[in-house]
């Protein structure tokens, strides 16, 4: 059953347009994030699902019911905020209870409901408390046990852990994931975090400029980035994108880099039919820094020989569990990702280890991912 | 490693004193003088009033007599009842008005700045233009009262200027019309400020606009509500401009309050020492308010660093 399904959803402000036609249909039990840069939407939209703000067009279906006109109160939604948004003169305790006390809940079942989600969220020694004397993240946990306490259809969470600590926001990731298949809620949680969105969801969307770029599971997103813009938002570092040319010889299409100059590599590609069509022309050529490596490297059993180019290399950046390079293939600029305990000289050429059945090839123009 | 860091800054630092001179000179000066001025008048009505001071100030100590004789007095009985049932009328409806007020802009109306500006405007105006033109509106004989008998209907009473039990609240009416645009102003921030996320939480939760306001606005505005009530409280207990003007302490003596009477014994029965001992009574009172004021900021200071 679709949980919420969205259809042709827009939204204007005076005569900005923030969203241009979203649909997305997600399923129940699925953790969906979306995700993208900063004024792309991502809060505008749950805000429209949560019945917060009107859509200028579209219907919007929490359980297959269409909620266009419903009140907030009335959608079977919880919501936790980037803010937290506890209510500062209540305890703990009151901020749990009070969307039941709304709800005319008899007291002994929200006792009830209080110490189950308290237990499960470990803040029974918190609830006298006021919101005032918790740090973040206890306001953090407070924030979900009232979102959870109320069991709805749909959970929505709007960058819930942004304003965390860094070791925080891993240890309350990993929560929320250990949370999210205990309880099987279905949840659209939003982030501007790609690592975020790639360790938790089941499926993201991936939002730009009022549009959603891609929705699909984390590991189709990452390998088969729909555009341009996908590739370079998800990945850290992103993805490396080079203009190159299409070519064909007796052994299949070849992609060139730097085509005509002395340093030009050019790449044998296999499987890539759909890129047929471009032969003989431009296309930008996408590969992500962990399929270049040292030249050691074998990326897989079953690739055949590997591809080794020779190439300058303009800056080392060890980080600890591996070392960032940074090179020129063909003249263009790219990263890669190498062993840790190899550390090219900058200024000399050293041979990588590139795995080219990973390479996406894009289409200039229109910046879609063609294979 | 302290004194490396302040030899370093040395240089600048004097630098900067010189360039901001002015400032420093702009501000201390003026701040000093009036401050000395406060201090030095407020010891020199206290030893007045220990002084068997007339007409003019005198030398001697004449103990606590000026303050058992203005104390026994009935007009200062009277003032005193008229400054608690004043304070606190003026004070709990100036709230309420103000916090209605701003509740009401709050709903983001159009208009919004006009209305504001129309409420904050008799905060504009001094309190004896204040009391004079109130002193009109409510004489039965040119104001509200004639204005309604004029449109018919004639048998309209509203004498509450020249009544001996109810012109006290035509102070308190004047009171609030001045400066419940004050406490509007003041609220509406404070509401403003509420982080709208909670308010989009408690529509989720389910909580209607009465239950919102009620139950998860208004209980942040309480430090608000402390300001606004010290700050009305200490007007109240110094009102005299607005008094003067819209009934001079009558009919009778009947709206007299603790700024009149001192003025009334200093400058109109030359008795310097009794209205000394009067005005220290009223520093008394103004203590009263202001020191646990001050003392409660403290204490919120102090927790809101350890926070
Ligand atoms: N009430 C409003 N009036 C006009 N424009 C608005 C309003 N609310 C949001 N916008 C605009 O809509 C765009 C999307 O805002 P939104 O808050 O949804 O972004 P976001 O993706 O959540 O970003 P962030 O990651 O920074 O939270 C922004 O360009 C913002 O300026
Ligand atoms: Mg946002």
Request: charged share 15%; hydrophobic share 50%.
């Amino acid at each position: 059953m679709a949980a919420l399904s969205i259809r042709s959803l827009s939204k204007r402000y005076a005569n900005l347009e923030v969203l241009k036609g979203i649909d997305l249909d997600i399923e129940s039990g699925e953790f969906t994030v979306l995700v993208g840069p900063s004024g792309c939407g991502k809060s505008t939209l749950l805000n429209i699902v949560a019945g917060l703000d009107r859509a200028s067009d579209g219907t919007i279906e929490i359980g297959g019911r269409n909620v266009n006109d419903v009140l907030p109160k009335d959608r079977d939604i919880a919501m936790v905020f980037q803010s937290y948004a506890l209510y500062p003169s209540m305890t703990v305790r009151q901020n749990i209870t009070f969307g039941m006390e709304c709800r005319h809940v008899p007291k002994a079942e929200q006792e009830k409901a209080v110490a189950n989600v308290a237990k499960l969220l470990q803040i029974e020694p918190l609830l006298g408390r006021k919101p005032a004397q918790l740090s973040g993240g206890q306001r953090q946990r407070v924030a979900m046990g009232r979102a959870l306490v109320r069991d709805p259809l749909l959970f929505l969470f709007d960058e819930p852990l942004s304003n965390l600590d860094a070791k925080l926001r891993v240890e309350m990731r990993m929560e929320i994931k250990r949370l999210h298949q205990r309880i099987g809620a279905t949840i659209v949680y939003v982030t501007h975090d790609q690592i975020e969105a790639m360790t938790m969801a089941t499926r993201i969307a991936v939002m730009h400029q009022g549009r959603v770029q891609q929705f699909a599971d984390p590991d189709t997103v990452y390998r088969y980035p729909a555009n341009l813009f996908v590739a370079r938002f998800m990945g850290s570092p992103p993805m490396n994108t080079m203009p190159a040319r299409l070519e064909a010889d007796s052994s299949g299409p070849v992609v060139v880099i730097g085509a005509g100059r002395p340093d030009e590599v050019r790449l044998h590609l296999q499987g890539y039919d759909a890129a047929a069509s471009y032969i003989g022309r431009e296309v930008v050529l996408g590969i992500r820094p962990e399929c270049i490596a040292e030249g050691e490297r074998v990326f897989s059993a079953a690739a055949g020989p590997p591809v080794i180019v020779t190439a300058p290399v303009e800056l080392v950046e060890p980080t600890g569990a591996e070392t960032i390079v940074l090179l020129r293939l063909g003249g263009e600029p790219a990263q890669a990702r190498i062993s840790p305990d190899i550390r090219p000289t900058p200024g000399t050429s050293a041979a990588f280890a590139l795995d080219t059945r990973r390479i996406c090839l894009f289409d200039p123009e229109t910046e879609r991912l063609i294979a | 490693m302290t004194s490396a860091a302040s030899t370093a800054t040395g240089r600048p630092a004097t630098s900067a004193m010189v360039r901001r001179l002015p400032e420093y000179l702009m501000i201390w000066v003026p701040l000093l003088l009036s401050a000395a001025h406060l201090i030095s008048f407020s010891i020199w009505t206290i030893w007045i009033s220990f002084t068997p001071s007339t007409l003019v100030p005198v030398a001697g100590w004449v103990g606590l007599r000026n303050y058992n004789a203005v104390l026994a007095s009935r007009n200062w009985q009277i003032a005193f009842d008229n400054l608690l049932l004043f304070g606190i009328a003026f004070v709990l409806l100036s709230l309420t008005t103000g916090l209605l007020l701003a509740i009401l802009l709050d709903q983001r109306i159009r208009g919004e700045n006009v209305l504001r500006t129309i409420f904050l405007y008799p905060l504009a105006v001094s309190f004896v233009v204040t009391g004079t033109v109130w002193s009109w509106l409510l004489n039965p004989g040119i104001g509200i009262e004639k204005l309604v008998h004029d449109l018919g209907w004639t048998t309209f009473h509203f004498d509450w200027l020249v009544n001996r039990d109810m012109a006290i609240w035509t102070i308190v009416i004047a009171a609030i019309w001045q400066s419940s645009g004050f406490a509007m102003a003041l609220f509406l921030a404070g509401l403003r400020s509420v982080d709208s996320d909670i308010i989009k939480a408690a529509q989720i939760d389910g909580a209607g606009p009465i239950r919102t306001y009620w139950r998860v606005i208004l209980p942040t505005l309480w430090p608000i509500t402390i300001t606004v009530v010290v700050v009305q409280l200490q007007f109240a207990i110094s009102a005299f401009d607005l008094v003067r003007a819209l009934t001079n302490g009558g009919p009778g003596i009947a709206t007299q309050l603790p700024a009149l009477v001192v003025y009334d014994l200093m400058f109109q029965r030359s008795q310097l020492g009794r209205g000394a001992a009067a005005a220290v009574l009223m520093l008394l009172i103004l203590l009263a308010v202001l020191l646990p004021y001050a003392a409660w900021r403290y204490v919120r200071g102090r927790q809101a660093a350890h926070a």
